[in-house]
């Protein structure tokens, strides 16, 4: 199965998304912040990053256009409540447009998030 990446700030989702991909057979490591899932995915072959947008050590467009730069091949995941600046723009919107493969609005079923986890990998 693969190796997963999961990226959020918030404890709660990540164990619970930790619990879904697992159930699933996938390996999983979490990380509460961007530099922490930098050294994770440099350190061993990832298959996904999920990540969330809004954290407070560095967002997730600037991690997403980091993981592009040094492999643009990485599958990528963004997550977010939404939100944007005055809205005048979408984060999940940027997340696509800097190279998240696929975005998921919160809140978002756990249905929702296999699918869109087997679709980035390829398994449909």
């Given at each position: 199965?693969?190796?997963?990446?999961?990226?959020?700030?918030?404890?709660?989702?990540?164990?619970?998304?930790?619990?879904?991909?697992?159930?699933?057979?996938?390996?999983?490591v979490e990380t509460a912040s961007s530099d922490d899932a930098m050294k994770a995915f440099r350190k061993d072959v990832t298959s996904l990053i999920i990540t969330d947008i809004v954290m407070p050590d560095k967002n997730g467009i600037d991690l997403?256009?980091?993981?592009?730069?040094?492999?643009?091949?990485?599958?990528?995941?963004?997550?977010?409540?939404?939100?944007?600046?005055?809205?005048?723009?979408?984060?999940?919107?940027?997340?696509?447009?800097?190279?998240?493969?696929?975005?998921?609005?919160?809140?978002?079923?756990?249905?929702?998030?296999?699918?869109?986890?087997?679709?980035?990998?390829?398994?449909?």
């Amino acid at each position: 199965m693969a190796k997963i990446i999961i990226i959020d700030d918030d404890e709660a989702m990540r164990s619970m998304l930790h619990e879904a991909m697992s159930d699933l057979g996938h390996e999983i490591v979490e990380t509460a912040s961007s530099d922490d899932a930098m050294k994770a995915f440099r350190k061993d072959v990832t298959s996904l990053i999920i990540t969330d947008i809004v954290m407070p050590d560095k967002n997730g467009i600037d991690l997403i256009m980091e993981l592009k730069r040094e492999c643009p091949e990485a599958k990528i995941i963004a997550m977010s409540g939404g939100g944007g600046i005055e809205g005048r723009f979408d984060y999940l919107a940027i997340a696509k447009l800097v190279g998240a493969g696929t975005v998921l609005k919160k809140p978002f079923t756990i249905k929702e998030l296999r699918e869109r986890v087997s679709h980035v990998l390829g398994d449909s």
